[in-house]
């Protein structure tokens, strides 16, 4: 039966190496998607729309390359390069119809991507889809790869794709707590540790501290990146480099590279890079430790801000909706709460991720579809948090002076500083009987005439117990 022979109304038949099936006739997929599409109807959703480009960005890759070669005809090279720069726009990505969870290590995505340029090329060649005589999936978009080299190229390009949103919603969100930490530099509190109070400090260092770690963190990732340049395009099917030419052997990573504007390089070892996933581990590690930040400045948040009467209250988020059904007037700090859970989200994503890349074996990890499916999500969960946690929260927060004010003549914590001056024994007798007395520990000092007023002023001055001996708490620089 010929393959490109039709039926039905409306159909066409195609054929692979399992058989024959009808695929819909203005279908610009073929028989390997369709079957795909019957095969993993997993998570209900798509190849994520910047994997689905970066399927494009890898065969207009190819077909310039393969073209200069002399092995791809200019008249298919042009068909080629036309359509997979409309997919690039944004185009056809209706046709793209396999679930981003599939078995057989991508190759249903990779032939999504074949069968799709295929028939646009053709089509763009004057004939009618699924006449492989004109274009082939596997002969001519797919000359010199294999799904073992695209699909991780792919997956790490899509990845940087993604970082980069998150890398400038790091940036500003860091830039509006150091903005907060100035603003309230000047306002005393009192520190804890262990939700028991400490030693005095000004509000404005704790989001000193909060821009310090978001600060920490984005370098962090931004160092990963660098793990996600190096691509085993060229490798094939194992790294042995089957199929290919030497030209395209040594051109496909600097012509993908011009495509996407990344400074790519060929791994040195192609049958390690076509294996081993431990890269990708480590960005999913790198977003997971930003999102545990995150989420404990996000505790942080609901501790200084819980009341507003009856808890610590030194803080207060933006109301941004009702937060009962029942209560009256409450309002709950919605925001910090689903940052946190975007946490638990992404922590859960990242185990998934760990043994998806422990559990490959030989010189092919089968797993990349759900490694890939997991990390494009904690990379956009993530993304989507810091932005609504910096618009939404961070930079409408305000400082309850009176409240910090209070809270810190209450405690007994600033008797620590009396340490080297009356004894760490005498000095924690003070606090005791402060504590029993509700006398300030200032007044019991001199009660007992333990030290001079004038002495005492100077050591119990609360804003010098905030610095460190250069007399700066903080560098201002994040």
Same mark, same amino acid.
């Given at each position: 039966?010929?393959?490109?022979?039709?039926?039905?109304?409306?159909?066409?038949?195609?054929?692979?190496?399992?058989?024959?099936?009808?695929?819909?006739?203005?279908?610009?997929?073929?028989?390997?998607?369709?079957?795909?599409?019957?095969?993993? *109807?997993?998570? !209900?959703?798509?190849?994520?729309?910047?994997?689905?480009?970066? &399927?494009? /960005?890898?065969?207009? @890759?190819? =077909? +310039?390359?393969?073209?200069?070669?002399?092995?791809?005809?200019?008249?298919?090279?042009?068909?080629?390069?036309?359509?997979?720069?409309?997919?690039?726009?944004?185009?056809?990505?209706?046709?793209?119809?396999?679930?981003?969870?599939?078995?057989?290590?991508?190759?249903?995505?990779?032939?999504?991507?074949?069968?799709?340029?295929?028939?646009?090329?053709?089509?763009?060649?004057?004939?009618?889809?699924?006449?492989?005589?004109?274009?082939?999936?596997?002969?001519?978009?797919?000359?010199?790869?294999?799904?073992?080299?695209?699909? *991780?190229?792919? !997956?790490?390009?899509?990845?940087?794709?993604?970082?980069?949103? &998150?890398? /400038?919603?790091?940036? @500003?969100? =860091? +830039?509006?707590?150091?903005?907060?930490?100035?603003?309230?530099?000047?306002?005393?509190?009192?520190?804890?540790?262990?939700?028991?109070?400490?030693?005095?400090?000004?509000?404005?260092?704790?989001?000193?501290?909060?821009?310090?770690?978001?600060?920490?963190?984005?370098?962090?990732?931004?160092?990963?990146?660098?793990?996600?340049?190096?691509?085993?395009?060229?490798?094939?099917?194992?790294?042995?480099?089957?199929?290919?030419?030497?030209?395209?052997?040594?051109?496909?990573?600097?012509?993908?590279?011009?495509?996407?504007?990344? *400074?790519?390089?060929?791994?040195?070892?192609?049958?390690?890079?076509?294996?081993? &996933?431990?890269?990708?581990?480590?960005?999913?590690?790198?977003?997971?430790?930003?999102?545990?930040?995150?989420?404990?400045?996000?505790?942080?948040?609901?501790?200084?801000?819980?009341?507003?009467?009856?808890?610590?209250?030194?803080?207060?988020?933006?109301?941004?909706?009702?937060?009962?059904?029942?209560?009256?007037?409450?309002?709950?700090?919605?925001?910090?709460?689903?940052?946190?859970?975007?946490?638990?989200?992404?922590?859960?994503?990242?185990?998934?991720?760990?043994?998806?890349?422990?559990?490959?074996?030989?010189?092919?990890?089968?797993?990349?579809?759900?490694?890939?499916?997991?990390?494009?999500?904690?990379?956009?969960?993530?993304?989507?948090?810091?932005?609504?946690?910096?618009?939404?929260?961070?930079?409408?927060?305000?400082?309850?002076?009176?409240?910090?004010?209070?809270?810190?003549?209450?405690?007994?914590?600033?008797?620590?500083?009396?340490?080297?001056?009356?004894?760490?024994?005498?000095?924690?007798?003070?606090?005791?009987?402060?504590?029993?007395?509700?006398?300030?520990?200032?007044?019991?000092?001199?009660?007992?005439?333990?030290?001079?007023?004038?002495?005492?002023?100077?050591?119990?001055?609360?804003?010098?117990?905030?610095?460190?001996?250069?007399?700066?708490?903080?560098?201002?620089?994040?």
């Amino acid at each position: 039966m010929e393959i490109f022979e039709k039926i039905a109304a409306g159909s066409r038949v195609e054929a692979d190496s399992i058989g024959t099936l009808e695929v819909p006739e203005n279908a610009y997929y073929g028989v390997q998607s369709l079957r795909a599409k019957r095969n993993f *109807p997993i998570t !209900g959703t798509k190849l994520h729309p910047l994997f689905i480009r970066n &399927l494009a /960005r890898i065969k207009l @890759a190819a =077909a +310039e390359t393969n073209r200069r070669s002399g092995k791809l005809g200019a008249e298919k090279a042009d068909a080629i390069a036309k359509a997979c720069r409309e997919i690039m726009r944004g185009k056809l990505t209706e046709s793209f119809i396999v679930d981003g969870i599939q078995g057989g290590a991508g190759t249903s995505a990779n032939m999504n991507a074949n069968e799709v340029i295929a028939n646009r090329s053709i089509e763009i060649l004057g004939g009618r889809k699924g006449d492989y005589r004109i274009v082939h999936p596997n002969d001519d978009v797919n000359m010199c790869q294999s799904t073992n080299d695209v699909i *991780p190229t792919c !997956g790490k390009l899509t990845s940087l794709d993604l970082l980069q949103d &998150l890398d /400038r919603e790091l940036k @500003a969100l =860091a +830039e509006s707590l150091l903005a907060k930490s100035v603003e309230f530099d000047h306002i005393l509190k009192i520190g804890r540790t262990q939700l028991q109070d400490a030693v005095p400090m000004r509000l404005g260092q704790t989001f000193h501290s909060y821009a310090s770690m978001v600060s920490r963190d984005r370098e962090r990732l931004l160092n990963l990146k660098k793990e996600l340049y190096t691509v085993n395009m060229g490798a094939t099917a194992i790294g042995t480099a089957i199929n290919t030419s030497d030209f395209y052997f040594y051109n496909i990573v600097p012509e993908l590279g011009k495509v996407t504007g990344y *400074p790519l390089t060929q791994a040195e070892d192609l049958f390690d890079a076509t294996e081993n &996933l431990d890269s990708f581990v480590a960005v999913s590690s790198g977003l997971k430790t930003c999102a545990i930040d995150l989420s404990k400045m996000c505790n942080d948040l609901r501790l200084l801000s819980s009341g507003p009467r009856a808890g610590i209250g030194e803080i207060s988020l933006p109301a941004m909706q009702n937060g009962s059904s029942i209560m009256p007037g409450k309002v709950n700090p919605v925001i910090p709460e689903v940052v946190t859970q975007v946490a638990f989200e992404i922590a859960g994503n990242d185990t998934t991720i760990t043994m998806a890349a422990e559990a490959g074996q030989m010189e092919l990890n089968a797993f990349e579809p759900v490694l890939f499916y997991n990390l494009f999500d904690s990379i956009s969960e993530l993304t989507h948090a810091v932005n609504t946690l910096r618009v939404n929260c961070i930079d409408g927060i305000t400082a309850n002076e009176e409240r910090c004010e209070s809270l810190l003549n209450a405690s007994v914590g600033i008797a620590t500083a009396l340490n080297p001056y009356i004894g760490y024994k005498k000095a924690a007798e003070i606090a005791k009987k402060s504590l029993k007395t509700c006398v300030p520990v200032k007044d019991l000092v001199l009660k007992e005439k333990l030290m001079t007023e004038s002495d005492l002023e100077q050591v119990l001055d609360a804003y010098s117990l905030t610095t460190i001996h250069s007399g700066k708490a903080t560098s201002s620089a994040v």
